[in-house]
């Protein structure tokens, strides 16, 4: 069946860059996501990539998309403390979104 | 509504009891998902409603978990006698459309406590 994988906890320092890595399972994949979930909040869209593209910019996100590897990565740049949030990397095909377990993203001043 | 709205937003049960958990999804939104997030863990999928065709129902955990839409507006989804592992935060979302072109909306969910 489908399966979105990610790695559990990413530390950064104020400034740097995060990445944050995700593989999926379903090779019909049509769209991914990232979603953010703040302490005590909903999730929050990000995001999202169409399938046939292998990059997208958005301000200080930058999503890496390898469809061969099925490989997805979330890329934000000078992070700030108020980036700290559990990051859900999440794919689509039928309808429905499949979601990693998410990457716990603590920012250190 | 501006968003989508769940009620209530927390729920303390007794073991072996039922609960009814409510999402009003945006208006206008076709789509409707329910998900389950246990502490530390992931989204898990329960089900899915797209306008009027039949609901996937592929991700409730036991026959002990329910869930209707009327039309395209509110859902229930029902939990009977319920169990210490049913403690989790119980999300909704809508979409526009069943295609996750949109991504999805959710709300701030429902955290149920079994006792």
């Known amino acids: 069946g489908e399966d979105v994988e990610q790695s559990l906890f990413l530390s950064v320092r104020e400034g740097d860059s995060s990445v944050i890595n995700c593989t999926y399972t379903?090779?019909?994949?049509?769209?991914l996501y990232w979603y953010k979930q703040e302490p005590g909040a909903g999730l929050q869209l990000l995001t999202y990539i169409f399938s046939n593209m292998d990059m997208k910019q958005d301000q200080r996100l930058t999503v890496l998309l390898n469809k061969k590897d099925k490989h997805l990565s979330l890329r934000i740049a000078d992070t700030q403390t108020g980036d700290s949030a559990i990051y859900f990397c999440?794919?689509?095909?039928?309808?429905?979104?499949?979601f990693g377990q998410g990457t716990t993203l603590q920012v250190k001043p | 509504g501006a968003g989508v709205s769940q009620s209530p937003s927390n729920k303390v049960t007794e073991k072996g009891k039922d609960v009814e958990l409510r999402c009003d999804p945006i208006?206008?939104?076709?789509?409707l998902y329910w998900y389950r997030q246990r502490l530390g863990q992931g989204l898990e999928f329960l089900i899915y409603f797209q306008g009027n065709s039949a609901p996937d129902k592929s991700g409730l955990p036991s026959d002990r978990f329910s869930a209707e839409r009327t039309g395209e507006s509110v859902s229930t989804l029902t939990i009977q006698r319920t169990q210490q592992e049913d403690s989790a935060v119980y999300l909704c979302a809508s979409s526009p459309q069943g295609q996750g072109l949109y991504g999805y909306t959710f709300g701030s969910g429902t955290r149920l406590t079994v006792v």
């Open positions: 379903d090779s019909s994949s049509t769209y």
């Open positions: 208006s206008g939104h076709t789509a």
């Open positions: 999440a794919e689509s095909n039928t309808g429905k979104l499949i």
